[in-house]
């Protein structure tokens, strides 16, 4: 089974991806944390993306189509992805069959409330609202994408971690 999760920062995604990824027994990719591990590295591309990253801007297309393809190649039986494709032409590049696509709706107020006790480096304001601004234009419209092939459903994410976890699995009863 392949899975993504998509929504803006904030919205728990990562948090309902893990979740999912044990309830399931199928692997989580994330690129924000394989992001994070590169700039961990304090390698010259970790010191390069470490910038990016804090300014709140997404890294290049090149950069996520070869990570994320390597780590498909290693895998047979299913993931749940989040944090890609964000962008259309990142669909485009990866081509990924989704079986569903989970899109947690939260309004900004929310997302801007939540992320700024998150208190993660790369979660100054500007970071956050730069991150927002680019979500909708960017990673918006896949929605409409996702929409039109009748894989995506619509997850209120505006409420406590068990809640949605529990729909998510929910609505992943009538795939199984
Ligand atoms: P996230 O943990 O998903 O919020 O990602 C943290 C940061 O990593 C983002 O603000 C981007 O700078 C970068 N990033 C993560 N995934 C992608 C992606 N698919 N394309 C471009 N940049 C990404």
Redesign the pocket.
């Known amino acids: 089974m392949q899975i993504l999760l998509i929504g803006p920062?904030g919205s728990g995604?990562?948090t309902q991806a893990k979740l999912l990824s044990n309830y399931l027994q199928i692997p989580l990719i994330?690129?924000?944390?394989i992001?994070?591990d590169i700039v961990a590295e304090d390698s010259s591309l970790g010191r390069e993306v470490k910038k990016?990253?804090n300014s709140?801007?997404?890294?290049?297309?090149e950069l996520?189509s070869k990570i994320v393809k390597e780590k498909l190649e290693k895998l047979q039986n299913g993931f749940i992805a989040?944090?890609?494709?964000?962008?259309l032409r990142?669909v485009e590049d990866l081509n990924i069959n989704f079986d569903r696509v989970f899109y947690l709706q939260i309004p900004d107020e929310k997302v801007i409330e939540r992320l700024t006790k998150r208190g993660r480096e790369?979660d100054s304001r500007e970071?956050i609202e730069k991150?927002l601004m680019i979500y909708h234009q960017q990673t918006e419209p896949l929605l409409d994408y996702y929409s039109r092939l009748g894989i995506l459903e619509n997850i209120n994410a505006d409420r406590n971690i068990e809640e949605i976890q529990e729909d998510l699995r929910l609505k992943l009863k009538w795939l199984k």
Do not use: Y
């Open positions: 920062n995604k990562t994330e690129t924000g944390q992001l994070r990016i990253i709140g801007v997404l890294v290049s297309d996520i989040t944090g890609f494709p964000r962008n990142q790369d970071a991150r």
